[in-house]
């Protein structure tokens, strides 16, 4: 039941927001439009904890208002709606299905979104290589958020880091700051079903691009993987300690239903 008063709320508060952001974009500039997005993000976040009980936790520092590439783990559709709640105005690296909603568009092109080709090939690098010169255009460097693997992953598993951000972070001059989730346990995929308890989101120590792209994918993927498979670890344990059952590896979290 809570799942699906949840995904009523969500929805619905999508389509409000997603009127109230095409407004915004009518503003000059990017500033109003992201209060608007960031404000969507955190009310999200209310409902995700009072709903569903799910709260955030945040590890390590965000890196508000400076000039990194995120490169971060991807298993849940509510992985950007964190992020931008907790690291403040990013600019985002997102796939063309975003288009599909009504609005959408136009709020991405607004906010200064790069919009890649989920296809991959010459169009999405060209779309990046202009995103790139657009960021380094602006007055005000900001955080640029990426999900390497492109696409969303189940828990406990990955897929091979595609050099975008390695291309970005040698562009841009920047350090990759590799994040590590557990979302997915709690909010999985584009699933409907949410889960009670408590999601890591962990800012881990950066990684300087340099010369070798394979080796700085490599040391990427590997810290947010591994790191990755810990939180998820973590998850049951913590769950049933909150409820004040015995700690078992094995349980999993109860299903919010």
Not at 41 to 51: D, K, Q
Not at 85 to 101: P, S
Not at 127 to 136: D, E, K, T
Not at 172 to 186: E, H, K, S, Y
């Amino acid at each position: 039941m809570r799942s699906f008063i949840f995904n009523i709320a969500y929805w619905s508060l999508s389509g409000v927001y997603a009127i109230i952001c095409a407004v915004l974009a009518l503003f000059p500039g990017r500033t109003v439009l992201m209060h608007g997005l960031r404000s969507y993000s955190r009310a999200t976040l209310h409902l995700m904890r009072w709903i569903c009980g799910i709260r955030v936790e945040v590890r390590g520092t965000p890196p508000k208002d400076q000039p990194v590439v995120i490169g971060a783990k991807h298993q849940s559709w509510g992985d950007g709606i964190v992020m931008m709640a907790k690291c403040g105005d990013v600019n985002f690296v997102c796939g063309d299905h975003m288009l599909k909603f009504p609005l959408i568009g136009w709020v991405l092109k607004r906010c200064g979104a790069i919009v890649l080709s989920n296809q991959g090939g010459t169009a999405a690098r060209e779309s990046m290589m202009a995103g790139i010169a657009r960021s380094q255009g602006e007055g005000r460097p900001r955080p640029v958020l990426i999900y390497p693997e492109g696409h969303l992953t189940a828990v406990g598993t990955g897929m091979r880091y595609r050099s975008g951000v390695w291309h970005m972070a040698r562009a841009l001059d920047r350090a990759i700051i590799p994040v590590a989730t557990n979302l997915g346990q709690c909010w999985p995929q584009q699933q409907w079903s949410k889960f009670k308890g408590t999601a890591v989101i962990e800012f881990l120590d950066p990684i300087q691009p340099g010369e070798d792209r394979d080796l700085a994918l490599a040391t990427l993927e590997r810290r947010v993987e591994t790191r990755s498979r810990q939180l998820e670890t973590e998850f049951a344990p913590r769950h049933k300690a909150s409820q004040g059952e015995p700690r078992s590896s094995t349980d999993e979290a109860r299903i919010c239903a």
